[in-house]
Structures are given as C-alpha cells and as structure tokens.
C-alpha cells in the first residue's frame, strides 16, 4: 500500500535560517509523483513543488528544493533563507498514476514556526 | 490561481440530516476530488471523478455519496451527517491529457462543516 510519512509533527526555525522538513515514501509503482504543500492558517493549500520518479535532478522552486533520494525513499523539503511568512503546516503528498485515480496520499504535515 | 469554488463555506447542521457540498469549476479539468482533512491525518480522499456520470470510491468514502452530471460541478452528499464526519472539506481538480504524475492538483478553498 502506498503511504507518507512525516515524523516530525512541529518544528522551529530562526528567521532566515534554513529547515528541512522530512518526508519518506513507500510504494511499489515505479511511477509517481511526489508533492509538497502549504497550508497557512487561512487553510487554503497552495502547491509548492513537485519531484517526479524518474527525474533525475531534485526538484527546486524559488526558496524551496526537494532533496529526493530515491533509494532511500525520502523527499524532504529544504526551505532555505526562512521568512516569517513561511510559518505553516506543510504536507507532502505522493500522487498515484491515473490508471488508479491519479489521487494524492498526504502525510499527517509538518507545522512550522519561524521565530524573528 | 486555478478558478474553483466551494459551497458553502462553513455550514452547522444536527446529526441525522442530509448535507450536500458543491465544488465549481472553470478550468474545464476532468479530474474533481474530494478530501476531508483532520487534526493528525492530513488529507484523505472520500471520492473522487475522471469524467462526467464517472466516479470511485476513495479511501474513507463509507456515509458518503458523490455526483458529477456537468464537467464543472461535483457534489458530495452526506446523506444523514454524524458526528464523526465534522471536518474541513477540499475539492481539488486537475487535468490529465498528458497523463502526466507532475500535474498539480488545484484545491478549493475547504468547507468547514460542524454536525452537532
């Protein structure tokens, strides 16, 4: 069965400091899609970044970049040069192939807080 | 900012009674979900739809019920609400032409639902 994990339920950053947040993956489809999403506490969710399995370079938007080891089945997030605005919870999010839904499998999130 | 709208947006109702939720959208995608999201499970799928007359069951789809009769609407009922399905409701979409596992699936806004 596929799934998410996220072990790290809160965690605190310095402003402009860097953080990663931890994220590990289990499946056995060799094609899928790895997701990472912000949720503020206004609870809207915004898209962050996004690694495919057969991409060979990790995944990198602005601030943020997604340090994928594939064999070792993690996909963290590194935010680097923290804001304040960056204080939320954070979820990735493994999306399945099409032929079984194309749904996304979220971890439990990660909150962050950055302190001035 | 991907045109989806979620009504309404918080709703109270008593247990027992007949709940529907509407997703809108008008990016024209062929994929609509629907996810609840609870304090220590992140997002988890209810149902979801790869086209108009056709859904699937999610992973906690038991006490609901969906429907897609127009590419840009898809309701989730919840035909006699308990308590047990007090949570924050999102719709998401996203469109699978290339069949690509990269294509971000675009969240509404969330519905806040209370059933006393």
């Known amino acids: 069965a596929q799934k998410i994990t996220q072990t790290q339920p809160g965690m605190f950053v310095q402003e402009k400091e860097a953080v990663t947040l931890d994220c590990t993956y289990d499946?056995?489809?060799?094609?899928?899609?790895l997701f990472w999403y912000k949720q503020p506490s206004s609870g809207e969710m915004i898209f962050l970044i996004y690694?495919?399995?057969?991409?060979?370079q990790n995944a990198t938007e602005g601030r943020y970049s997604l340090n994928f080891q594939k064999a070792r089945k993690s996909a963290n997030l590194v935010i680097s040069a923290s804001q304040l605005g960056d204080s939320a919870m954070y979820f990735c999010?493994?999306?399945?192939?099409?032929?079984?839904?194309?749904?996304?499998?979220f971890g439990q999130g990660t909150e962050l807080s950055v302190k001035p | 900012d991907a045109g989806i709208t979620q009504s309404p947006r918080h709703k109270v109702t008593e247990t027992g009674t007949p709940v529907t939720l509407r997703c809108h959208q008008t990016?024209?995608?062929?994929?609509m979900y629907w996810y609840r999201q609870d304090p220590g499970h992140g997002l988890r799928l209810i149902h979801y739809?790869?086209?108009?007359?056709?859904?699937d069951k999610g992973e906690v789809s038991d006490g609901y019920s969906v429907s897609r009769s127009k590419t840009e609407d898809f309701l989730l009922t919840l035909e006699s609400a308990t308590s047990s399905q007090t949570s924050v409701y999102f719709c998401?979409?996203?469109?699978?032409?290339?069949?690509?596992?990269?294509?971000?699936?675009?969240f509404g806004p969330g519905t806040r639902l209370l059933v006393l």
């Open positions: 999010a493994m999306r399945v192939p099409y032929n079984q839904g194309g749904k996304l499998i």
């Open positions: 739809s790869y086209g108009v007359k056709d859904t």
């Open positions: 990016e024209n995608h062929r994929y």
């Open positions: 499946t056995s489809d060799p094609s899928y899609g």
């Open positions: 998401a979409i996203s469109e699978s032409q290339r069949d690509s596992l990269g294509e971000t699936q675009y």
């Open positions: 690694q495919g399995s057969y991409d060979q």
